[in-house]
């Protein structure tokens, strides 16, 4: 299924912080989103959601399939956030319950989007876990988040997205609260999920190294309007846009 | 992957031997609770420690508070009077008798009303506890929906209305609200029963917990227990003031701050029911600030109960305090402070196992 995103338009405080963002993302293709801090990135993977700031006001049109998104009743929206449409937080530290065990934050919501009982959801919790590698997964149910580390919790946080067998993942900025030694390894399980799940990833990130690293579109935002869009190794290789050209010759030891 | 639990103090070897994770027969919780008892034993001993000092340090001499003047003249009068009570011995020993005394059950007689201390306090103390019980669970109820409300209609004119009310509760002294409250409601417009905890004509109910509410209705007498609760409703509102305005301003920044956090966007981004995201997802987070001040808040109670007692003419551990610190009643004044730091104690421990139970970071650390 495609996510396609016109002309989308965020007003915050008589601020325009979107001005009209067109994107498109295909199953089984990750679509890297990047641009500097401020440059509407992170918006633009919360309006999907409808998760933007209280006050913001929204225009465009986001549809999934056949239905705009942005026309849809809390209700309706309500069922496709975490069932079709998921998203992976920034920093997996805050952005799981600290209070809550990792298995009930997996199973939670499939019980109410999938109508699962306690058993199958345990199950299918387990099977999720060793999908993102964690290890003694059935054990690891009965945890809490701050007995894990930093690459576990974002592995945990991935296996909550994927819980409901999203067609679309968005993952903001999903390596940057971490070390640098595990970022290829959530990299790498993102882009395996991507393939074997026919996901449709959009990846938030304002670091170019990581982009080069898994997606195979790239677009460009800056001041809340996409630049460039085109395949991977255009963009980077063969920038069109001056904004694409300084970004890329400001990452230090590389050339373009 | 880390998991940290260090073995803690008062683990027996077999637990810390236990592979890490594994339920055993002694959960983290139940570990968790014995730590916590165990360091109350202590403080209770402290306690007494500490109500024996300072009623000791207080200047003023009880052979002049209990004998009258012509007794007073006659030396072996006064001297039997002290080795009767135990006055003449060095104060250290005067301590560890006390000390057995109170492990025994034994507070001494009060000087005053010549029964022992026990019975005294047996009879005042459940009066003060459903009181005070009464308007602690009014405050939180009340205080933290209030709070909740408030946190969500942010700037609106609800949460403007509820900032005005608490503000007034926290201001307003307590002894002048009973007194307004008692002569509006009981004087004025006679909605409100008189003082005491039942009306004059009926008999208490048989004596199960001395709670008359629950006594009442344990018994099924419902007329008594209709009284009973007719004369709690007025000065529990009176003391719970101050607390409901207190829970109201912690909990609407407590709610604020969590909704901010992180892991609320995360759960509506599952696409959880609004329910689920406020009581899961922000009640529960922002309910341990609460805990601490509702603890805290419980104690500020216990003070106001002594004029609120006074005013409604109830007949509770406030009263009896007062009685006996301005008769130099030392066994009666030092088995109040044993009792109001025993039930500090408790509340200290109530809200200890509260954090365990609500925040696993607690009592798995």
Known sequence: ?256 | MSIKRPPAPGDDPKAARREPGRRGARSPLARFLVRRVLTALLLAVGITLVTFVLTNLVPGDPVAANLGQRALGDPAIVAQWRTEHGLDKPLPEQYLLHLRGVVQGDLGTSQQSHRPVLDDLADSVPATLELAGAAILISIVVGVAFGVVAALRRDRFSDHLLRVLSLFGISVPTFWLALTAFYVLFYRLRIAPGSGRIDPGLTPPPHVTGLYTLDAALAGQWDVFSSAVGHLVTPALVLALYTIGLLTRFTRSAVLEVLGQDHVRAGRAKGLPPRVILFRYVLRPALVPVITVAGLAFGSLLSGTVLVEAIFAWPGVGQYAYKSATTLDLPAVMGVGLVVGGVYLVINLIVDVLYGVIDPRVRLS
Do not use: W
């Open chain 1, 1 to 256: 299924m495609t996510l396609a995103i016109s002309d989308l338009k965020v007003t915050l405080g008589g601020r325009e912080i979107l001005r009209g963002v067109d994107l498109e993302l295909r199953a089984g293709q990750v679509h890297g989103l990047a641009g500097e801090s401020g440059s509407g990135k992170t918006m633009t993977g919360l309006a999907v959601l409808g998760l933007l700031p209280h006050g913001a006001r929204v225009s465009g049109r986001i549809t999934l399939g056949e239905r705009d998104l942005l026309a849809m009743t809390p209700r309706q929206l309500n069922a496709v956030r975490g069932g079709e449409v998921a998203m992976v937080f920034q920093d997996p530290a805050t952005s799981l319950h600290p209070m809550l065990t990792i298995g009930r934050q997996l199973t939670e919501h499939m019980r109410h989007h999938m109508r699962l009982d306690r058993r199958q959801a345990r199950a299918r919790a387990a099977d999720l876990l060793r999908q993102v590698r964690i290890p003694g997964a059935e054990e690891a149910l009965g945890r809490y988040p701050h007995q894990f580390s930093g690459g576990m919790r974002q592995r945990i946080a991935i296996a909550v997205a994927l819980a409901c067998s999203p067609k679309v993942l968005i993952a903001d900025e999903p390596t940057t609260a971490l070390d640098v030694t595990v970022q290829a390894g959530i990299l790498r399980l993102l882009r395996g999920l991507c393939d074997d799940l026919d996901l449709a990833v959009l990846l938030v990130t304002h670091d170019l190294g990581v982009m080069s690293a898994v997606a195979d579109e790239v677009s460009v935002m800056r001041d809340g309007v996409v630049v460039e869009t085109g395949p991977r190794a255009q963009v980077l290789r063969d920038p069109a846009h001056p904004y694409t050209r300084a970004l890329l010759d400001s990452l230090p030891g590389e050339t373009s």
